[in-house]
């Protein structure tokens, strides 16, 4: 079975910059977007920014200028550099990927930003 697996997430202090990562354990054929959720204490699941197989990609308002989404097709890995980092950023940040039979979660990984 396929897992998503994530790296980067931490402890920073706000302004400070975060890389996230994330790859199946296996190849996945067919995937059309690649993702980043947030979930918040007490909040509900947030989309944080998507791209599309073709490149295109969408950000939360609260987001935009801030961090930037990219993929390797090549790899099937989705990357999220986040900058100017902010105390309510802080959340489990998780992958999703689409593919065209199936949809996948990784595990999530927390940020947290000091202020």
């Known amino acids: 079975q396929v897992q998503l697996v994530e790296s980067g997430g931490g402890l920073v202090q706000a302004g400070g910059s975060l890389r996230l990562s994330c790859a199946p354990t296996?190849?996945?054929?067919?995937?059309?977007?690649m993702g980043w959720y947030r979930q918040a204490p007490g909040k509900q699941r947030e989309l944080v920014a998507r791209?599309?197989?073709?490149?295109?990609?969408n950000y939360a308002d609260s987001v935009k200028g801030r961090f930037t989404i990219s993929r390797d097709n090549t790899k099937n890995t989705v990357y999220l550099q986040m900058n100017s980092l902010k105390p309510e950023d802080t959340a489990v940040y998780y992958c999703?990927?689409?593919?065209?039979?199936?949809?996948?979660w990784g595990q999530g990984t927390q940020i947290t930003v000091s202020s």
């Open positions: 791209i599309t197989s073709g490149g295109t990609t």
């Open positions: 999703n990927i689409v593919a065209f039979i199936r949809e996948y």
């Open positions: 296996r190849s996945i054929a067919s995937i059309n977007v």
